[in-house]
């Protein structure tokens, strides 16, 4: 199976900056690709940044050249740098890996979610 477990979440204001990390532990089959999603209170979650295996990346519109998503394989991390915040950047940011169990099925993992706060 595999963990794991954000954190760099908090409160700052517009126009600051937050990295968060998201470190994994145990292990899967494959690893397909890594993101972050966030959710607002109601809401679903949606993305906002994914990286695949082969460093392909992906943001949404509404962080686009603001938010950057990378990764650190030796500390099995992934990072999402955010600059530029903006109050709608507030929600909880959820880290996902999508990969392959040992069953070889498809499977998501979310860590726990790290609130993210922007005031104005």
């Known amino acids: 199976q595999l963990q794991l477990v954000e954190s760099g979440g908090g409160l700052v204001q517009a126009g600051g900056s937050l990295r968060l990390s998201c470190v994994r532990s145990?292990?899967?089959?494959?690893?397909?690709?890594m993101g972050w999603y966030r959710q607002y209170p109601g809401n679903q979650r949606e993305l906002v940044a994914t990286?695949?295996?082969?460093?392909?990346?992906k943001y949404a519109d509404s962080v686009k050249g603001r938010f950057t998503i990378s990764r650190d394989n030796a500390k099995k991390t992934v990072y999402l740098q955010m600059d530029s915040l903006r109050p709608e950047d507030t929600a909880v940011y959820y880290c996902?890996?999508?990969?392959?169990?040992?069953?070889?099925?498809?499977?998501?993992?979310w860590g726990q979610g790290t609130q993210v706060t922007v005031s104005s």
């Open positions: 145990g292990d899967i089959f494959l690893i397909t690709d």
């Open positions: 990286v695949t295996v082969g460093g392909t990346t």
């Open positions: 996902r890996v999508g990969g392959v169990n040992y069953l070889r099925q498809n499977q998501d993992y």
